[in-house]
């Protein structure tokens, strides 16, 4: 779509042309969530508020423990779906999962009205913003901030605001004398953390015995993803990065293909590219797993 184009037909005035995607949309997370909750029915039982202290293996599958040590649920098959809080449940020592903090802009309808025509479509690029939702308001986003403290602040902060309004001022560049008079200090956000492994991939698959890896090292060391132990039935689904809300429902069928042994949805290649292992396998390779160093049980029970 041509510059000239998407200004006529979306109020869009963007500095050159682009990609259109007529089937593009945006929608509000916890819409999603609802619907997908919605749409599983009876097969699942959502149980809200509830924190696991840790997983426990026992002779028929796995127990989920609260901080009182009493068992909130046991299965045969657990997905460990927590994103970087994972790291505390399975105290990997080949798996990273980075915080990323993520804040969007919210404009209110005043502040839209400063800036003028507003775009019925997402426009993207570097950031993005949305159209006006049913309140009237409309979204700028987002930064992209290393968090690897764990800050725990989930404030959203004026410096970064300003920085979403320069996104904006880039997007729309007739829009970005409006965007800079708006202060920064008046406007709110919203503020997720993005969990990301080291080279953004997610992590998605059976979780590695890396007590047997480390045990077997020697015999490991020229080893492929297939040849690596793994604890029985327990599955990864984290580190989705930017992309959770879209890649999710792929996820899942993958691992409820593995789960089932039926063939799987992503070509082996893929697949093998977002293997919990795929760390473990290079460090097999590296020799830096050493047979003698056998690390703590990494689910204790
Ligand atoms: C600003 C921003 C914009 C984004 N935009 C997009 C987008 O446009 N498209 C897209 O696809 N993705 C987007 N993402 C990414 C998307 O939000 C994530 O990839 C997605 O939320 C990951 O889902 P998750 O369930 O793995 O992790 P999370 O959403 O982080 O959920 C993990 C859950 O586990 C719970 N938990 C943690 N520890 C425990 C425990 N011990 N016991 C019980 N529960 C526990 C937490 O409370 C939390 O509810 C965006 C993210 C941000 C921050």
């Given at each position: 779509m041509s510059a000239e184009e998407a200004a006529a037909r979306h109020g869009a005035p963007v500095p050159h042309g682009g990609l259109w995607f007529g089937q593009g949309g945006w929608a509000p997370p916890p819409e999603i969530c609802r619907a997908q909750l919605a749409r599983a029915g009876a097969a699942v039982t959502a149980r809200y508020g509830s924190r696991v202290a840790r997983l426990a293996r026992v002779a028929d599958g796995w127990q989920a423990l609260d901080a009182a040590g009493t068992v909130m649920a046991a299965a045969p098959v657990v997905v460990v779906a927590n994103a970087y809080e994972a790291l505390r449940l399975?105290?990997?020592?080949h798996m990273t999962i980075d915080r990323v903090r993520g804040q969007l802009t919210t404009l209110e309808p005043a502040a839209l009205a400063r800036l003028g025509e507003w775009p019925d479509c997402v426009v993207t690029g570097t950031g993005y913003l949305l159209p006006r939702a049913a309140d009237g308001t409309a979204r700028v986003g987002s930064s992209y901030e290393p968090d690897p403290q764990d800050s725990g602040a989930l404030d959203a902060r004026p410096a970064v605001h300003a920085e979403n309004l320069a996104r904006l001022g880039a997007l729309l560049p007739a829009l970005a004398g409006s965007a800079a008079g708006l202060?920064?200090?008046?406007l709110k956000g919203y503020v997720g953390v993005r969990s990301v492994s080291h080279n953004r991939l997610p992590l998605i698959g059976r979780v590695p015995d890396e007590v047997q890896a480390a045990r077997d090292a020697a015999a490991l060391s020229g080893a492929r993803l297939r040849d690596i132990p793994r604890l029985p039935g327990l599955y990864a689904a984290l580190a989705?990065?930017?992309r959770g809300l879209t890649w999710a429902a792929l996820g899942a069928e993958l691992l409820a293909c593995q789960i089932e042994g039926?063939?799987?949805?992503?070509?082996l290649d893929l697949a093998e590219a977002i293997d919990p292992a795929r760390l473990l396998v290079r460090a097999l390779r590296q020799g830096t797993?050493?047979?003698?160093d056998v690390p703590a049980e990494p689910v204790p029970g």
């Open positions: 399975l105290a990997p020592r202060d920064p200090a008046t989705y990065g930017s039926e063939p799987l949805p992503l070509e797993v050493a047979s003698g």
